[in-house]
């Protein structure tokens, strides 16, 4: 059973977004044929949005082991999380960051969660992850070591 478990979706603002495909499809085929115009409408915005589906990555705290979309780490190889919101977060992701840093970013989640990385052969000093609950995600970090690895 998983600690923490968040699937990063973009905000339905980015879906509606999206229907802008279907007037510019309409538009591009009407002239040729209006069937065909919105036929290919639904389609295009159906790939788009199963594709933005598909896309989004999820972080879970499972077995001792943070999974950030496809890259994982052993929770004994790092440090203490720490979240970041607003203007602390947006220097995280710019002025602060590390160009060494492993990166889960999503632009429509705005707070961060910077988990160090204490790991000799990793050349990461740290990953920085997007959460929209990086109060839940950093106690769930720093609450799953078991007490003797914590205090090494």
Same mark, same amino acid.
């Given at each position: 059973?998983?600690?923490?478990?968040?699937?990063?979706? %973009?905000?339905? !603002?980015?879906?509606?977004?999206? #229907? =802008?495909? /279907?007037? $510019?499809?309409?538009? *591009?085929?009407?002239?040729?044929?209006?069937?065909?115009?919105i036929?290919? %409408?639904?389609? !295009?915005?159906?790939?788009?949005? #199963? =594709?933005? /589906?598909? $896309?989004?990555?999820? *972080?879970?705290?499972?077995?001792?082991?943070?999974?950030?979309?496809?890259?994982?780490?052993? !929770?004994?190889?790092?440090?203490? #999380?720490?979240?970041?919101?607003?203007?602390?977060?947006?220097?995280?992701?710019?002025?602060?960051?590390?160009?060494?840093?492993?990166m889960?970013?999503?632009?429509?989640?705005?707070p961060?969660?910077?988990?160090?990385?204490?790991?000799?052969?990793?050349?990461?000093?740290?990953?920085?992850?997007s959460?929209?609950?990086?109060?839940?995600?950093?106690?769930?970090?720093n609450?799953?070591?078991?007490?003797?690895?914590?205090?090494?």
């Amino acid at each position: 059973m998983a600690l923490y478990r968040e699937r990063l979706w %973009a905000s339905p !603002l980015f879906y509606l977004a999206l #229907a =802008l495909v /279907i007037p $510019a499809s309409l538009v *591009i085929l009407a002239p040729i044929s209006i069937v065909a115009g919105i036929i290919t %409408a639904i389609v !295009l915005y159906g790939g788009c949005v #199963a =594709l933005l /589906i598909s $896309a989004a990555p999820t *972080i879970s705290i499972e077995g001792g082991t943070l999974h950030a979309g496809r890259a994982t780490i052993d !929770l004994s190889l790092t440090g203490t #999380a720490t979240g970041y919101y607003g203007e602390d977060a947006t220097r995280q992701r710019g002025t602060e960051l590390d160009a060494r840093a492993w990166m889960l970013i999503r632009g429509w989640v705005q707070p961060v969660v910077k988990v160090p990385i204490n790991d000799p052969e990793d050349p990461s000093p740290y990953w920085l992850l997007s959460t929209r609950h990086p109060k839940e995600l950093v106690a769930a970090i720093n609450g799953s070591r078991r007490p003797e690895e914590s205090e090494s």
